[in-house]
């Protein structure tokens, strides 16, 4: 199955967030997560992650810092702030908006399916 | 994490590294960011038993193209693309060290040439009481500083720098040696070649000495353009800047007229000379060139207004009898079409198949030159009526030298268009001529007094 472009973005933010909402995290070890949570169906372009990290920063939904975890390389950690909290919060209000909505509809369009495909068979 | 990168892998991914630096969109740290994540894509590759190569392949597949990459981060931090002229760059590296030395460097060379302009008080010679002599002396403050950066700029060699320092010398000798009464024809006429003259030395500085290249004398072409633009944006500045010091200092009692148009004016103008200079290689590459630009918008306007001018001429039949101003005005006009005539072709895509614009420069030129036979008629015409004299002598060779530019590029302008011949004549052609130019503002410099007997 493919995801289309439009939702994928539409759902980055809150995924996103509500990842660093568990624990603070990295680019790659995001992505990974996402990949898991829809067992592999949401794929973004890895690359396009970070300036949608980097938006969030600037709108002060997370911050971030470097810390080298191996000693060697250092690597760019990003966690969720308080405001960020409250955007998961509001976001989740939406979704939940949207997706209750969208159940109405789809249980409604199932019910009417099966009322109709019988009448348009005979 | 304990993966032994071999040096193969390590290549590619310095590759890639370097790949990304080039975008300007994106940051070090970002670059950084990106180099860690494709790292960890390429360990867990590995992991799962792909060879080095084709984890590489897969992550920079995965990580999407850079094209994409720098579009979303432009996105993101469009600022990027506006804030790139720092005067020296954010981060720590030997480019930024490089630039720190070059902003110092240039700072020494505008000091260099503020001061230049007031050594001559020290024995006596008044900016207020020897206007000529500052006049004819003018190009011999800031240029040789302006020389003496690009000369540190490309590390000439010390035989380039005495070549430099003897043709200033040169412009030295033009400018004082002679005895010429201050305001003798011939005198005016070196206050007015001189600054040319030395212009071309500098050329030779920027050049690297490297001045027989056509592309070196192409990108003196467009240094020159931008240089006059940052030059003259600095000039806004320090004119409203001189304003608001009289104004303020005015308010509070005190007569600052002496120190703005004997210190800051003169000196703030020598120093903007190099700092224009210096604005103009900091930030090459990053701005788009501005005389192009121009260029493009005037060109069209320009090759209107000759033509409606060619029309008046004809429908009132006023052609001869033009006096002596107007003439004075239609060199100018020349000279600025010849101006637009260079940045466009400075500008121009060498390969770029030859389109409307180039017929419309064609348009510009042959007006230009009906107007240079008109002016050139006009001299010769006073001259036969009131014999030669120093002005009328250089403005008819210099409106012969503008006569066979415009001529040749009409020529060339038209094979291009037919087909016939290529765009890299016609430039070739123009890089050629600065020689002539260069030769005749030396010859006004130093064959005119003479020749005219120092009237």
Known sequence: ?122 | MTINWDTDLETQIAEWRSYLHRRRELHRADAEELEDHLRSTITELTEAGLHDDEAFLVAVKRMGSVDELSREFTREHADRLWKQLMLTAGDDGPASARSRTDLRVMIGCAVAAAVAIKAPALFGLELGDDGFFYGRNLSLFALPPLAAYFAWRRRTPISGVGLLALLFTFGVVAANAYPLADDADTAVLTALHLPIALWFVVGVAYMGGDWRSDRKRMDYIRFTGEWFIYFVLLAFGGGVLIGLTAGAFEAIGLDTQAVISEWLLPCGAMAAVVVAAWLVEAKQGVIENMAPVLTRVFTPLFAATLLAFLGAAIWTNSWIDIEREPLIIFDFLLVVVLGLLLYTISARDPAARPGIFDRLQLTLVVSALIIDIMVLLAITSRIIEWGSSPNKSAALGENLILLTNLAWSAWLFLGLIRGTAPFARLERWQTNYLAVYAVWAWAVVFAFPPIFAYA
């Open chain 1, 1 to 122: 199955m493919h995801i289309t472009k439009d939702l994928v973005a539409a759902s980055a933010t809150p995924l996103v967030l509500g990842i660093l909402a568990q624990e603070e995290s990295y680019g790659y070890a995001i992505l990974k997560q996402v990949s898991e949570l829809s067992s592999g169906q949401l794929e973004w372009s890895d690359g396009l992650l970070y300036p949608l990290l980097h938006r969030l920063e600037r709108l002060g939904s997370v911050e971030s810092y470097w810390r080298a975890p191996d000693g060697v390389r250092r690597r760019k950690y990003y966690r969720i702030t308080e405001q960020g909290r409250a955007e998961l919060a509001e976001q989740r209000r939406q979704w939940g908006a949207v997706v209750d909505a969208l159940r109405g509809i789809w249980s409604a369009a199932s019910a009417t399916r099966t009322i109709s495909a019988p009448a348009s068979e005979g």
